[in-house]
């Protein structure tokens, strides 16, 4: 996404009103070290099923699998990973997708797999 202004406040309204084909770019978080130097690239976008690594935050240290995904709030939630309502119910807890990093990938799908092998065949 090119950046068209230095100024924060316009920067938030670009990604608050970002068209959803380019959410899911936004959604990108860090690859563990393993990662990295096996797929040869720094980041890729978070997915349900992928397992996280909680960086920042409450639950730093926490690793569990993702059982959802908001665009929107650019937030992932992970399994274990909840709060207690004053109800007594209890609710998963969204954290941002940049304070996560990815232990494991979800290959399921065949696209999602081609498209993490295209920069190393590029690169071959």
Known sequence: MKVLSKKP???RKRLYNAPPHRLSKLMSAHLSPELREKYGRRSFPVR???TVKILVGEYKGVEG???GVNREKQAVYVENVTIKRADGRVK???I???NVMITSL?????YRKQRLE???SKEA
Do not use: I, M, Y
């Open 48 to 50: 349900k099923g992928d």
């Open 92 to 94: 998963p807890r969204p």
């Open 96 to 98: 941002h997708v940049s």
């Open 118 to 120: 295209a920069k190393l």
């Open 9 to 11: 406040r316009k920067q």
């Open 106 to 110: 979800n290959l399921e799908d065949e």
């Open 65 to 67: 699998k993702v059982t």
